[in-house]
T-cell receptor, first 113, second 114 residues
Framework: QQQVKQSPQSLIVQKGGISIINCAYENTAFDYFPWYQQFPGKGPALLIAIRPDVSEKKEGRFTISFNKSAKQFSLHIMDSQPGDSATYFC????????????FGQGTRLTINP | DTEVTQTPKHLVMGMTNKKSLKCEQH?????MYWYKQKAKKPPELMFV???????INESVPSRFSPECPNSSLLNLHLHALQPEDSALYLCASSQVLRAQRGYTFGSGTRLTVV
């Protein structure tokens, strides 16, 4: 029940294209769903996050879509750029208290110029 | 200051050594975390401190000993580690009451056990 399943494992997108990464969770007690971007040798950096009371959140080229009934959420990167090449992790947690972040397995995204 | 600072960045230690990893933040966060990350894997939670008290221990072996001396500092004491403990050790911090601003991760300590 603590799992977050992420797909695909790796993704190659042409510059200017749309990158889509999907995640599914099991625990309905989760109420905070962040996405992290990690470059080699660096720690994960928060990209964007969503609460289950909204179905979509957009920040610049990054959009989270959230489907509460299906227990799924996805990250869309519009106009993908070579600088977006990194590993992306979805995660889930409860927002109250010092809680464990449950991570998906990660997606290695490569944007070809 | 919106950073979590970890030292050292790299550490090589023998299986009989004792060493410590350090983490510092000045964002006023009262929750601090240790995560372990192996290559091509997601971070795995080790410990959580809330208001300087250990609140979660994910069944971590006793050769890893955390310490939170004050609200800004978090240490991880290492003793008698095994080669399989080689990994990137990440520190993170967050607000306690509402973590909606997200966890802030440090850049990690790359640990190699020889």
């Amino acid at each position: 029940q603590q799992q977050v399943k992420q797909s695909p494992q790796s993704l190659i997108v042409q510059k200017g294209g749309i990158s889509i990464i999907n995640c599914a969770y099991e625990n309905t007690a989760f109420d905070y769903f962040p996405w992290y971007q990690q470059f080699p040798g660096k720690g994960p950096a928060l990209l964007i996050a969503i609460r289950p009371d909204v179905s979509e959140k957009k920040e610049g080229r990054f959009t989270i879509s959230f489907n509460k009934s299906a227990k799924q959420f996805s990250l869309h990167i519009m106009d993908s750029q070579p600088g977006d090449s990194a590993t992306y992790f979805c995660a889930a947690s409860k927002i109250q208290g010092a809680q464990k972040l449950v991570f998906g397995q990660g997606t290695r995204l490569t944007i070809n110029p | 200051d919106t950073e979590v600072t970890q030292t050292p960045k790299h550490l090589v230690m023998g299986m009989t050594n004792k060493k410590s990893l350090k983490c510092e933040q000045h964002m006023g966060h009262r929750a601090m975390y240790w995560y372990k990350q192996k290559a091509k894997k997601p971070p795995e939670l080790m410990f959580v401190y809330s208001y300087e008290k250990l609140s979660i221990n994910e069944s971590v072996p006793s050769r890893f000993s955390p310490e939170c001396p004050n609200s800004s500092l978090l240490n991880l004491h290492l003793h008698a580690l095994q080669p399989e403990d080689s990994a990137l050790y990440l520190c993170a911090s967050s607000q306690v009451l509402r973590a909606q601003r997200g966890y802030t991760f440090g850049s990690g300590t790359r640990l190699t056990v020889v």
